[in-house]
């Protein structure tokens, strides 16, 4: 079979439809978990939530998917008053995407899907499910600078390489899930730059701009219409 090559020209190339950019991408995500969560540093109320996280939503009115556990939406409505743009839940989506026709078991996977292809994630640090949207930004090939988590002590976790192990197996995901996928080879790094590697000795909390992920993010609208270019060839 032969070997699929897609390149940047490719991406740059390829006409992209005009949708609606709710619904396609043009979004960041929260993980925000609330019922049993036992670790209580870990636990935030809604204005907590707004301050640890308010310099990473830079664009005007960005809408903000909020995957959660929390039956009671009012609680983010500290939240609300303090951001320029929308929250958007799960089920503000049932309606228009039919999705009370599917079995309800698969809710919590179609929320990890969408929470995973936000510009910018955030997630609660000490949750398996933050850490398998996590997991899942890392197939997609998305950088590791624009994952974060609520927790300001932990905040910046994902930005630095850690080997399995040398952390809690559980409060975190481990790059090598997404970096090892093929078992051939050991892996103990992966190819982003480092920021002691770009000249200007950037700390690790300092945010990084926006545009590498929405160019990104542009492509991979691309890929569909690229993959039936190629598929006719």
């Known amino acids: 079979m032969p070997r699929l090559e897609i390149t940047t020209k490719d991406l740059l190339e390829t006409p992209t439809a005009d949708l609606d950019p709710e619904l396609v991408g043009g979004y960041s995500s929260l993980h925000v978990r609330r019922g049993d969560l036992q670790f209580k540093e870990a636990r935030l109320n809604a204005s907590e939530w707004y301050e640890n996280t308010k310099e990473l939503w830079r664009k005007p009115k960005e809408i903000l998917y909020v995957a959660t556990d929390e039956s009671d939406k009012t609680f983010f409505d500290d939240f609300r008053k303090q951001h320029s743009g929308r929250l958007r839940f799960f089920d503000d989506y049932k309606a ?10 698969l809710y919590g996977m179609i929320d990890t899907v969408v929470a995973s292809r936000g510009s910018i994630f955030v997630g609660t640090w000490f949750s398996t499910f933050s ?63 480092q920021r002691k590697d ?13 545009l590498a992920m929405e160019k990104l993010k542009e492509g991979m609208l691309k890929l569909p219409t690229m993959l039936k270019r190629y598929k006719k060839k």
């Open 96 to 105: 228009l995407a039919n999705l009370d026709k599917i079995d309800q078991t």
């Open 131 to 193: 850490g398998y949207i996590v997991r899942l930004r890392g197939y997609f090939g998305m950088s590791k600078y624009f994952t974060y988590y609520s927790y300001l002590e932990r905040k910046f976790f994902m930005h630095e390489w850690m080997d399995v192990g040398a952390g809690s197996m559980y409060a975190r995901e481990y790059p090598t899930a997404w970096t090892g996928i093929d078992g051939d080879v050991f892996v103990d790094n992966d190819k982003e730059t």
């Open 198 to 210: 770009s000249g200007s000795l950037t700390p690790r909390d300092t945010i990084f701009p926006r």
